[in-house]
Nanobody, 124 residues
Framework: EVHLVESGGALVQPGGSLTLSCEASGFIFGDYGMSWVRQAPGKGLEWVSFINSVGDWPKYATSVEGRFFISRDNANNTLILQLNSLKTEDSAMYYC?????????????????RGQGTQVTVSS
C-alpha cells in the first residue's frame, strides 16, 4: 500500500523560508517521479513542482520558480521542497504525490496517490 506522509508546514512571515518533507513507503520510491501540489481554501488543486525518478530533472510552476526547490533522497525514500521568499499567496495545504505520466495539470492528480498534507500559512 502506498503511504506518503508530509511534514514541515508552519506559520511563517512573508519573506520567510520553510522545508517540507515527504516520507514514502509501500512502493519502490526510486522508480517514480514525484510532485508537490497545493490547495488553498476555496481554490482548486495547483501543481507546484515535479522531479523525475533519479532526481536530475526538476520542474516548477511559474508561480514558484526561483523561490522553491525540489529534491529527493532515494536512499531514504524522502522528497523535499525548500520554500524561500514566501508570499501570502503561497498559503495552502501542501501534498506530495506519486506521479505516473502527466504532472503539470491538476487533473493528473485525480488518480495519483497523495499524502494527508501539511499546512503552510504565510502571514504577518
Amino acid at each position: 500500500e502506498v503511504h506518503l506522509v508530509e511534514s514541515g508546514g508552519a506559520l511563517v512571515q512573508p519573506g520567510g523560508s520553510l522545508t517540507l518533507s515527504c516520507e514514502a513507503s509501500g512502493f519502490i520510491f526510486g522508480d517514480y517521479g514525484m510532485s508537490w501540489v497545493r490547495q488553498a481554501p476555496g481554490k482548486g488543486l495547483e501543481w507546484v513542482s515535479f522531479i523525475n525518478s533519479v532526481g536530475d530533472w526538476p520542474k516548477y510552476a511559474t508561480s514558484v520558480e526561483g523561490r522553491f526547490f525540489i529534491s529527493r533522497d532515494n536512499a531514504n525514500n524522502t522528497l523535499i521542497l525548500q520554500l524561500n521568499s514566501l508570499k501570502t499567496e503561497d498559503s495552502a495545504m501542501y501534498y506530495c504525490a506519486r506521479v505516473l505520466g502527466c504532472y503539470s495539470r491538476p487533473s493528473c492528480y485525480d488518480s495519483y496517490p497523495r499524502g494527508q498534507g501539511t499546512q503552510v500559512t504565510v502571514s504577518s
